[in-house]
């Protein structure tokens, strides 16, 4: 075991790795510039790196894409041997870690990004945590043992407190693993494929279809035949049927929720009538808004179909979903090849379909992302009249929605769509930025 007295602290990663007897040690307060930072204060460093050395995350960890220090508590303990526990306030089995020497560990762990004590009393993992935390500079994660660690250092620092289930293991090594896990292969360039991100379990907030391989035949079981069909409308609608109905059979609690979201009205009058409420809500910001939101009002209650039809200009008045992704004050825009000016990401509302689904569905054609709403619902208002040829020249009727981005990452964007894509500070646009920028900089006070 290493838990012995003065243990060295096991770094990881592209600057881990240096020649000597024992290639992973020695290799203390190694960060690499940019990577994802991962420190683990464990009574067991050895357990780290562990599964996550291999396969894709120990790729990822060799090439500098994110890095890993597993701090021994045992450094930081009391006394000549050392401690870190001690009996419980108001007796009771067992040891707790003592607040003193986790304070010590924390100081020298020092990383960037929240602090998370893994305990069966904490929320439950899930997908969207491990996605949130994905967009962050990195962690701390505490790794328990006997029972637990003191309250008083969890309230102070405002750790937060992370179960990965409903049970109870020996300590947090493993469940700190599958968290670093989960999170770590959501960062650019680990997976293989963006796409198998996007589409595996949760990331819709449904479970995953099943999954086939050949032989085709086994011990008498078949392939499904769509799956052979090469019909590839047959096998996404019997791969969404498979996914609804495991989830409806599995967990009730996703599938309550997916239906609430899939209820959205999707056509004719209760489609307009929550079109108008998404434009009505809008508080305007300054009076050209306030005149826009109104001609937009107008408009929708006129009757005329709302979403564009025709490439590019019919009807002459069209719905748009923008979906920007901000940190902060800075503002993710996208240099269109189109348009020869650097725009928020989105687009045109197609016939029947609610303007939070085209965000959303832009977000995943555009960005290649998740959706991670700050709000679902747009906070400002567009009418704009295009530029170019004047047989394409139609309004824009833009619906601003802002989504929770991560300015040190710039996603794997649709280069057909876009030529480059960078972060502004919104005091700080280019000349060429959407017209309007300025105008929803000062709406949002930046
Ligand atoms: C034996 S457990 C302590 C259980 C604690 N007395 C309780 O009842 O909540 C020891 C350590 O294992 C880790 N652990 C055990 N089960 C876990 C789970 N389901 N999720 C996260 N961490 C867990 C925690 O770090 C915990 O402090």
New binding site residues.
């Given amino acids: 075991m290493s838990d012995e007295p003065g243990e060295k602290s096991r770094s990881h990663g592209r600057l881990g790795v240096r020649l000597s007897v024992k290639p992973r040690d020695l290799m203390a307060d190694a960060t690499i510039k940019g990577a994802f930072a991962v420190k683990v204060i464990t009574l067991f460093p050895d357990a780290f790196p562990g599964t996550l050395g291999l396969s894709l995350t120990g790729k990822a960890l060799d090439l500098g894409l994110w890095s890993l220090d597993a701090l021994p508590l045992r450094n930081f303990g009391e006394g000549k041997h050392r401690n870190v526990d001690d009996t419980p306030a108001g007796g009771g089995a ?1 040891m707790v ?1 003592r607040p003193d020497v986790m304070e010590r560990a924390l100081a020298a762990a020092a990383g960037p990004g929240p602090v998370i ?6 929320k439950p ?1 899930t997908q969207a945590m491990a996605r949130r935390l994905s967009q962050g500079e990195g962690m701390t994660l ?8 003191d309250q008083r250092v969890i309230d102070h620092y405002g750790i937060e407190e ?11 090594e ?2 700190a693993q599958a968290l670093i896990d989960a999170t770590v292969r959501l960062l650019p360039r680990v997976l293989g494929n963006a796409d198998s991100a996007i589409e595996e379990s949760f990331s819709d907030g449904l479970l995953e279809h099943p999954q086939y391989t050949r032989p085709a035949v086994w011990q008498g079981r078949e392939v499904p035949a769509v799956l052979s069909s090469g019909n590839h409308v047959a096998i996404a609608k019997w791969r969404a049927e498979q996914s609804h109905a495991v989830t409806a059979e599995r967990r009730p609690d996703l599938w309550e929720a997916w239906q609430a979201r899939a209820t959205r009205p999707q056509k004719g009058p209760a489609l307009r009538r929550a079109v108008r409420g998404l434009v009505a809500a809008i508080v305007p910001g300054d009076a050209v808004e306030a005149a826009d939101q109104a001609r937009a009002l107008a408009w929708i209650d006129s009757g005329v179909e709302l979403a564009r039809v025709r490439k590019p200009a019919t009807p002459g008045v069209q719905l748009v979903s923008y979906c920007l992704p901000m940190d902060g004050s800075r503002v993710l825009l996208g240099a269109h090849r189109g348009a020869g000016l650097w725009l928020p990401p989105g687009g045109h509302v197609e016939p029947a379909e609610h303007p939070t689904d085209t965000a959303r569905r832009e977000c995943r054609e555009e960005l290649r992302l998740l959706a991670d709403f700050a709000t679902e619902a747009p906070v400002f208002l567009t009418w704009t009249l295009t530029q170019g040829a004047p047989e394409t020249r139609h309004v824009d009727v833009s619906l601003w929605y802002v989504l929770r981005g991560n300015a040190r990452q710039v996603p794997d964007y649709d280069a057909t769509e876009f030529s480059d894509m960078r972060w502004f500070d919104l005091a700080e646009l280019p000349p060429e930025a959407e017209p309007n920028l300025g105008r929803f900089a000062a709406k949002l006070g930046r």
């Fill in positions: 067992g870690i004590f893994l305990t069966p009393r904490g993992f505490i790794c328990g043992r006997f029972e637990g660690l992370v179960s990965m289930g409903d049970f109870v293991l020996t300590g947090g493993i469940p």
